[in-house]
């Protein structure tokens, strides 16, 4: 999964589908999520997953008023479709993900 900074996130998230996931480092649901995402972004084509780093990138907190961390959000065409916050399953998320492609 690639990171995003404030400066490559709407480049990154402006077209297609994109999942993206705000996290910290000492978050530890965040840390138990990320490998679920990694495994999702290996098994499905034609989505972009990201990560975004909120104690780096306080801006785009602010901007998606990130209150509890992990929160994913689920953007087409850099619009905000679905979000979630907290640690999901892997057939949960995919589901998610699913209803927008």
């Not at 404030?6 to 649901?29: I, M, N, Q, R, Y």
């Not at 780093?53 to 994913?72: G, Q, R, W, Y």
Request: with cysteine; aromatic share 8%; glycine share 8%.
């Amino acid at each position: 999964m690639e990171s995003l900074s404030g400066d490559t996130f709407d480049a990154k998230t402006g077209e297609g589908l994109s999942v993206v996931d705000f996290w910290a480092p000492w978050c530890g649901p965040c840390r138990a999520l990320t490998p679920v995402l990694e495994q999702l972004d290996t098994e499905t084509e034609g989505v972009g997953f990201f990560k975004v780093n909120t104690d780096e990138e306080n801006d785009l907190a602010v901007k998606f008023n990130i209150m509890s961390i992990p929160a994913v959000f689920i953007l087409k065409d850099g619009e905000i479709v679905d979000q979630f916050i907290g640690v999901k399953q892997k057939d949960e998320i995919a589901q998610l993900v699913a209803k927008h492609v």
